[in-house]
């Protein structure tokens, strides 16, 4: 990948390239990359044929955790001592313990074989996907199913699980992407996205909405990311969908009058923890500003290739190639000289 970021002035008229460093690591893996998750410096790595451990803290070196199953989205929830999945053929909710992920990849036999490796989360099939939401001292799971939506609270001990909070079961719409906000610190909404647009939940009133429905489009939206917009009380949002992004309040008004364009439409779009959006396309990753949608980086690849967004934590972002026939490698760039 070649780096082109605009050179910024420094007070002392100096220019300085503020170009993230970029690194891929050696290992090929002959599977495709689906989702992962830093757990502390290390990385889990979902694939369409088992879970994975980078290890990032010595030679790079990968181990095998699960084999022969799909996993299409993971969190790790280090506090609980779970890693939260979408997994198998039939798209459960699955908890798998940590401490028996980590008794296989230091061979421990202190599991002792009593202590379950996994627990799923009730009967539930045809996850689409899952968001993890803090609310003061509560951990809120909201879960887009095949045609509903539900909301899950961490009960701690003796419990230790997650809980039924809500179920959504009359959709208008089929949701895809989900998300929670908060409004002015007490009102709780689901976000959700689908092939028509966005949608939100009052999860007091059960009243539903819609935020946000393309009026043009020929096509079916397909819905990228939903970003609560910092210092907005949970109230302002940017939907990004297709190859562009709307700002819009959770009560579908219009509240800025920006469109952010791509320059081409991309497989992944990602809030990023600095204040940026990013954008994979196939010649290149641009950079943005969440607030103003203007263009604060791109990345031009030296041949047009596909790029997935994998997770991000601290200003360090992890994506991958999609695998085209042959082998996919996973890359990590530092954003940290692009703070603004």
Not at 35 to 51: K, Q, S
Not at 101 to 111: A, G
Not at 133 to 139: A, P, T
Not at 241 to 259: A, F, P, Q, R
């Amino acid at each position: 990948i070649d780096v082109n970021v605009s050179p910024h002035i420094d007070e002392n008229n100096q220019f300085k390239s503020n170009a993230p460093e970029i690194r891929k690591y050696k290992k090929r893996f002959n599977c495709d990359i689906l989702c992962a998750a830093l757990w502390g410096v290390n990385l889990l790595i979902g694939t369409d044929n088992g879970l994975m451990l980078l290890d990032r803290s010595g030679q790079g070196k990968v181990y095998s955790l699960i084999k022969g199953r799909r996993f299409q989205q993971l969190n790790v929830l280090e506090s609980q001592n779970i890693l939260l999945t979408i997994s198998g053929k039939k798209n459960k909710i699955r908890l798998y313990y940590l401490s028996f992920l980590k008794n296989k990849i230091v061979k421990s036999q202190t599991n002792d074989g009593k202590r379950p490796a996994f627990t799923n989360l009730g009967e539930l099939q045809g996850a689409k996907h899952f968001k993890i939401v803090k609310y003061e001292r509560i951990k809120f799971l909201i879960v887009a199913l095949d045609d509903s939506i539900e909301v899950y609270a961490w009960a701690p001990k003796p419990y230790h699980k997650f809980m039924t909070f809500k179920v959504f079961s009359q959709l208008s719409y089929r949701p895809l992407l989900v998300d929670l906000t908060i409004e002015e610190g007490s009102r709780l909404k689901v976000i959700y996205g689908s092939t028509y647009g966005f949608h939100a939940i009052d999860l007091d009133t059960s009243n539903q909405i819609d935020i946000y429905l393309p009026s043009q489009l020929n096509d079916s939206v397909i819905p990228h990311a939903i970003i609560v917009l910092p210092n907005t009380n949970g109230m302002q949002l940017l939907l990004c969908y297709n190859n562009e992004g709307v700002y819009c309040d959770t009560y579908g008004k219009k509240s800025k009058d920006i469109l952010l364009q791509w320059g081409e439409l991309p497989t992944s779009v990602a809030y990023i923890s600095n204040g940026k959006v990013m954008g994979w396309g196939n010649k290149a990753i641009e950079i943005r500003n969440v607030d103003s949608a203007t263009l604060d980086g791109v990345f031009m690849h030296k041949r047009a290739q596909k790029l997935k967004y994998l997770c991000e934590k601290n200003e360090k972002v992890f994506f991958s190639s999609i695998r085209n026939g042959s082998s996919c490698q996973i890359y990590f760039m530092a954003l940290n000289k692009m703070s603004s």
